[in-house]
């Protein structure tokens, strides 16, 4: 242990003593690794915020809504879920745990003490909290007592509390949405944003009251996120849902389905499946950016070799072995690639966080530790492989001749 | 302590095959002062290699301190030129960027030495040929004389059975060789054996024993007249 650590002052000794063709040389591994720490670091802080946007939408949970063609959408034929369908849900599958209806009631604006602000408005039931995992910072969720009362109750997301200039602590006031009077029982956990759209400017109230308020609305919108007991069995609640849809909808044999029933995390998942594509295709271009470092580093070193031919005919009339010589220049590679490696993360990191600070709305930049120690060893491991051609050439050498070389 | 026994080094240069030394039977014991002496060609720094574990002979036995060392792999040569040899050189062979206390370290690096023992025996060694006060100092700070006394130096501080020169005073110039050549007969007096390798009749004059090579033959080995003391 104590003989690594001398050989690696004599290696450190042996690159300072060359600071800028050290430097040039390791430049091509300094470039490479700057360029995958800043665009993972780009790539993992967009997908975490991502990931962390939607981890509260479990795999197990599923949603229901109905499918709507773009050009009946625009004539007006707007196809709807209706309560039946969620009743059927609710009571004739089996394997599903909760059901959690949502419904959007576009009651017009919220008004406070003079102030006005618009948020979405949407009708849930208590199942909401589990199976959307909306939560609340302050204060409660809609319960099953005010769904039963439909009581005049609300929960509001952050943005209406600013927007309307309410107390930190709102419990208890009243706001005005549209013509009804509500009281205030929660606060939503803030969640920020996701593109750019704020996921606070919104209010929930409970579904029966929604129902009523909304009841000779042409345009409400419903749709039913649902939790399967069984993870296992995602797929056969899903078969059995469709079926029991289809029944309820009236929708004869053979003809399409007019709803969809998604996984809630599809998203996600899609977003992931891009991103370990990017990482992909940037591992092959870091591979061969590496590759030619790596090469740069070779021929630095058999150069360097040659020159100090004499020097390693000296050390070995002094007593050194093959492999002391041998782990003498594979240091000194390995290290020069380290060095390298470990300046190109530091700058990969710095541009990272440039670039995400320059594109408007953009999540920070973020790279896991793991990633970080992968390429500072993996451009250690490029030094050492590129290393061993001029290392093994040193600890070759004869001797005589090497001491004859001038 | 050195026993060559029928020693015959040949070289294949392209298609011809160089006779370097044809049958060598030497013996030198210990504490001797010996100057190996010969023209260029003659095969002395052959033979020298071959003492000093550099090179191995095509042909013959090399006893050194009671052990063969002519089935010894490349490794285990490099343990006895670490162990048993001290080397110096005509052009003084220092490592360039290095101190003198770590040039004078360096053999000890390859023992396995722990660094404060290796300083404290590298600052003795370089105390006892006059160089205390030069131990950070670099080969480009000092002079040639204090240069080959570094390399003389690095020699001695693996205390080891030999001390081999070749042509040792062959960049100096008369007086710093005399120090030189003086440093090595107060060596010799303190029980150490020297092997001299020159083509020098002034150097060979120092020591005791002479050996002259021609033609990869010894032709001469006698001991010189007693100097005044």
């Known amino acids: 242990m104590n003989h690594l650590a001398e050989a690696f002052n004599a290696a450190l000794a042996s690159l300072n003593a060359h600071r800028l063709r050290s430097f040039l040389t390791t430049l091509g591994i300094l470039i490479g690794t700057m360029a995958v720490i800043a665009v993972v670091s780009v790539l993992q802080g967009f997908s975490d915020s991502i990931s962390s946007q939607f981890s509260d939408l479990g795999s197990n949970t599923l949603t229901l809504e109905a499918k709507n063609e773009q050009e009946n959408f625009r004539r007006g034929q707007i196809n709807r879920l209706s309560f039946e369908d969620v009743d059927a849900l609710r009571f004739k599958v089996s394997g599903i745990e909760r059901v959690a209806p949502i419904i959007s009631a576009p009651l017009g604006a919220t008004l406070y003490r003079g102030r006005s602000v618009t948020p979405q408005v949407l009708g849930a039931t208590e199942e909401a909290q589990d199976v959307l995992g909306v939560d609340t910072s302050i204060g409660r969720f809609i319960t099953a007592s005010d769904e039963r009362n439909s009581r005049r109750v609300v929960v509001i997301g952050t943005d209406v509390r600013n927007e309307l200039r309410m107390p930190e602590n709102p419990i208890g006031e009243f706001i005005l949405i549209g013509r009804e009077w509500f009281r205030v029982v929660g606060l939503l956990e803030k969640r920020g944003e996701i593109f750019g759209f704020s996921q606070d400017n919104r209010v929930f109230i409970p579904f029966s009251v929604a129902r009523s308020l909304t009841g000779t609305f042409e345009r409400t919108f419903m749709e039913v996120s649902f939790t399967v007991t069984n993870l296992a069995e995602v797929n056969q609640v899903k078969e059995r849902a469709m079926r029991t849809v289809r029944a309820s909808r009236g929708i004869e044999p053979g003809k399409p389905d007019d709803f969809e029933i998604k996984a809630a995390d599809s998203f996600v998942k899609q977003f992931n499946r891009i991103t370990a594509t990017a990482t992909a295709v940037l591992a092959g271009i870091v591979g061969i950016s590496l590759l030619v470092g790596g090469i740069g580093i070779m021929n630095i070193m058999l150069v360097s070799v040659t020159e100090r031919t004499r020097e390693i005919g000296i050390l070995k009339a002094l007593g050194a072995t093959r492999r002391d010589i041998l782990v003498q220049f594979l240091l000194e590679a390995a290290l020069l690639s380290l060095l390298g490696g470990l300046i190109g993360i530091v700058l990969g990191l710095l541009a990272g966080m440039g670039i995400a600070s320059l594109i408007p709305n953009f999540p920070p930049a973020h790279v896991p530790i793991w990633v970080m120690i992968a390429a500072a060893g993996f451009s250690a491991l490029v030094g050492v492989v590129f290393g061993i051609a001029p290392a093994s050439k040193a600890a070759k050498l004869d001797p005589i001749e090497a001491l004859r070389y001038e | ?229």
């Open chain 2, 1 to 229: 302590m050195i026993e060559l026994q029928g020693i015959v080094k040949r070289y294949v240069l392209g298609d011809e095959t160089v006779l370097a030394l044809a049958g060598v039977d030497v013996h030198i014991g210990r504490n001797e002062y010996v100057a190996l002496i010969g023209p260029s060609g003659s095969g002395k720094s052959t033979l020298m290699n071959i003492i000093g574990c550099l090179d191995s002979a095509s042909e013959g036995r090399y006893i050194l301190n009671g052990r063969d060392t002519s089935s010894l792999s490349e490794d285990e040569l490099a343990a006895v030129r670490n162990q048993e040899i001290g080397f110096v050189f005509q052009s003084f062979h220092l490592l360039p960027r290095q101190t003198a206390l770590q040039n004078v370290m360096q053999p000890l690096v390859y023992r396995r030495m722990p660094p404060a023992e290796r300083r404290e025996r590298a600052a003795e060694a370089l105390r006892k040929v006059g160089l205390g006060d030069r131990l950070d100092h670099r080969p480009n700070q000092l002079s040639g004389g204090q240069r080959q006394r570094v390399a003389v130096a690095r020699a001695l501080v693996g205390e080891p059975s030999i001390l081999l020169a070749d042509e040792p005073t062959g960049n100096l110039d008369s007086r710093t060789s005399a120090e030189i050549m003086s440093l090595f007969d107060a060596l010799h007096a303190q029980g150490q054996t020297v092997v001299i390798v020159t083509h020098e009749p002034d150097i060979a004059a120092h020591c005791r024993r002479t050996i002259r090579v021609l033609d990869g033959h010894i032709v001469e080995d006698y001991q010189n007249p007693a100097r005044a003391a």
